[in-house]
């Protein structure tokens, strides 16, 4: 099923990749070009943007890069606009940040919990904040807000800000669905599970956690709590994400769409 996404516009915030490999925006920026939508990819490091760009223009799609932190308000408008200038509509919007900060509520600062929830939650805010009525003009559009299912589950350590922002995207996905529906907006979420991700390979405090700052051991780890025996990748995300954005879930909205190998099923 080639073109899914044939003369879609799409924005994918967060479309840079952390290190070398397929992030989640990475990936999904990648396929949705490949299904024929053009692409402008954000990302606040533009490096990383403009690589994911290039490569969908390597492959013969169209794409640009943006520049955007989602800490700033300016930024956000910045970015939707460049968007619309270069391409006349936003038809998709894929938001795809998302940090995590280990702490619980001792131990983490005030600033701590301001900047993670500026990043996970206001940037999401305000970038629905102005494509929204774009969206609403247009009479049409598809939002993909990334969670994780740190927003249903306790994962197993102190994870503070990233449960409670996740948590609050999930909910304000389902009012916003609600409330646009009779405009021909969708709102979902993708809840990805545990993922074999530069982000995760990365993040000091989580291979500390796992398995004392032993990157290999932390992927052994997190593969064996995993009923299917090993964590999911950027493109299981990516091919969730092509789904709500296409006109085939043109009748899905308010979706928590977990992406996990079915482990939220399991008791602990």
């Known amino acids: 099923m080639a073109g899914r996404l044939e003369g879609k516009i799409a924005l994918i915030v967060g479309a840079g990749s952390i290190g070398p490999g397929w992030g989640n925006g990475k990936a999904t920026a990648t396929l949705f070009a490949r299904e024929g939508a ?3 990819c954000a990302d606040v490091n533009l490096t ?3 690589e994911t760009a290039q490569l969908i223009r390597d492959e013969g799609g169209v794409a640009e890069a943006v520049a955007a932190d989602v800490s700033s308000h300016a930024d956000i408008q910045a970015m939707v606009e460049a968007t619309v200038a270069r391409f006349g509509r936003i038809d998709v919007l894929d938001y795809n940040v998302g940090l995590a900060h280990v702490g619980g509520v001792v131990e983490l600062s005030e600033e ?3 900047r993670m929830h500026d990043i996970n939650l206001k940037g999401c805010f305000l970038t629905l904040k102005h494509v929204i009525p774009l969206m609403e003009a247009q009479g049409s559009g598809s939002i993909i807000n990334i ?3 740190a927003s249903i589950r306790y994962l197993g350590f102190a994870y503070t800000t990233y449960y409670t922002t996740k948590a609050a995207m999930n909910q304000m996905t389902k009012a916003l669905a609600v409330q646009y529906a009779p405009k021909g907006i969708r709102v ?3 809840l990805p599970g545990l993922m074999k991700t530069p982000m995760v390979e990365k993040s000091a405090g989580l291979a ?3 398995a004392g700052g032993d990157v290999d ?3 052994a780890v ?3 709590q995993c009923p299917m025996g090993h964590m999911g990748d950027a493109w299981d995300v990516a091919y969730a994400a092509l789904f709500l954005a296409s006109d085939e879930s043109k009748y899905v909205t308010g979706l928590e769409m977990l992406v996990d190998g079915g482990i939220t099923l399991k008791c602990n």
């Open 217 to 219: 051991k932390m992927w």
């Open 147 to 149: 969670s994780s299912i």
């Open 38 to 40: 053009s692409v402008m």
């Open 208 to 210: 500390k956690e796992y």
């Open 222 to 224: 997190r593969n064996a």
């Open 188 to 190: 979902n979420a993708i």
């Open 48 to 50: 990383a943007a403009e």
């Open 112 to 114: 701590d919990w301001d």
